[in-house]
C-alpha cells in the first residue's frame, strides 16, 4: 500500500508540474497561437511546399506516362534555329483546357498557329493549350539550357538556366505560379480567409498584387515591377465586387517623370462621381 501511495503522488507532481509549466507559456497547445500572435497576419512559405510536390511528381511521372499532379497531358516539342543554333523546347500541355489561376500575372501557353510559347492571359482557346507538366530546353548536343515544371500554365517548383557552357545563370522557385518569397496573409489564423497577396522576388514586389475583404472579395489589384507600383491599380467596394476607384501609376518602374492620377471614382450606387477625361475637357 505504501508503494502504491507513493507512486500516486509522484503522478500527482508529475502532472502539476506539466501544468504549471504550461500555464507560465500560455497555453498547453504548443500550436496555438497567442493573442498578440493572433493579430498578426499569417505567412505562408511558398518555398516550403513546391519541393516534395515536385519530388512526388516525378514517381508519378515514372508509374504513370503523362500523368502529372493527377491530370492526363500530352507532351510535345518544337525546334527554333538551324544548324548549330538549333534550340529545342520540350514540353506537355493540358489534353482539355482548365482555367488558369486569375491571380497569377503570368500564364504559360503554347500557341500551334505561331509555333511559340506565350507568357500572357491572352490564351487563343482555338488554337492554344496550357502548359502542365516538365519542361526542357535544350542544344542540338543536348546541353540543357532551362528546365522546370509548370502547374497548369504556371510555374512551379524549381527552375534553373544554364549557359552553352552548362554554367548556372539562375535559380528560382515558384508555388503554382507565385515566386517562393512572396507572401499571403490571412484573416484568420485557421489560413482559409485570404487577406493580401504580395508578390515577391529577389527581396522586390514583382507581379500582381491582391488585397481581399474579409467576405473573399477583391478590394484592392494591382501590378508591381521593380518594386514600383505601375499601370492602372483598381479599388473596390466590399460587395457586388463593384468598382470604386482607378488609379493610373507609371506605366513603367524607370519613368520618373510621371505622375499617378485618379482615372475614375464611382459611389456606392455605381455611379460615376469622377472621370478625369471629362474633367480636363470641362477645365480645357
Not at 507560465?24 to 516550403?48: C, H, M, N, V, Y
Not at 518544337?78 to 520540350?90: L, N, P, Q
Not at 484592392?220 to 465586387?241: A, C, L, P, T
Amino acid at each position: 500500500m505504501t508503494c502504491r501511495y507513493l507512486v500516486l503522488a509522484i503522478f500527482f507532481l508529475l502532472v502539476t508540474t506539466l501544468v504549471a509549466a504550461q500555464e507560465g507559456t500560455g497555453s498547453g497547445d504548443p500550436f496555438s497561437l497567442s493573442e498578440e500572435q493572433a493579430k498578426k497576419p499569417l505567412t505562408i512559405d511558398l518555398a516550403g511546399e513546391d519541393e516534395s510536390e515536385e519530388e512526388g511528381e516525378v514517381k508519378k511521372k515514372k508509374r504513370k506516362k503523362n500523368v502529372f499532379y493527377g491530370i492526363k497531358t500530352r507532351k510535345f516539342f518544337v525546334r527554333t534555329g538551324a544548324g548549330e543554333r538549333t534550340i529545342f523546347e520540350s514540353f506537355h500541355y493540358l489534353k482539355e483546357y482548365e482555367q488558369p489561376d486569375p491571380f497569377v500575372r503570368d500564364i504559360y501557353w503554347f500557341d500551334f498557329e505561331s509555333r511559340k510559347i506565350k507568357k500572357n492571359r491572352n490564351i487563343n482557346r482555338k488554337n492554344g493549350v496550357i502548359l502542365h507538366g516538365p519542361y526542357e530546353k535544350y542544344t542540338l548536343d543536348g546541353t540543357i539550357l532551362e528546365t522546370g515544371i509548370f502547374y497548369k500554365g504556371t510555374k512551379h517548383g524549381r527552375w534553373t538556366r544554364y549557359d552553352k557552357k552548362n554554367i548556372l545563370l539562375d535559380k528560382k522557385k515558384y508555388y503554382k505560379g507565385w515566386p517562393k518569397e512572396s507572401i499571403v496573409s490571412y484573416y484568420d489564423k485557421d489560413r482559409k480567409k485570404l487577406k493580401e497577396i504580395i508578390p515577391v522576388e529577389y527581396g522586390k514586389k514583382e507581379g500582381n498584387y491582391f488585397y481581399f475583404h474579409d467576405n473573399g472579395m477583391v478590394a484592392v489589384s494591382g501590378e508591381f515591377q521593380n518594386d514600383k507600383q505601375v499601370k492602372v491599380w483598381r479599388e473596390y467596394y466590399k460587395f457586388r465586387r463593384r468598382k470604386k476607384k482607378e488609379v493610373q501609376f507609371k506605366p513603367d518602374p524607370w519613368d520618373e517623370d510621371f505622375h499617378s492620377h485618379i482615372i475614375k471614382e464611382w459611389n456606392e450606387k455605381g455611379e460615376l462621381i469622377y472621370d478625369r477625361q471629362d474633367y480636363q475637357r470641362k477645365v480645357n
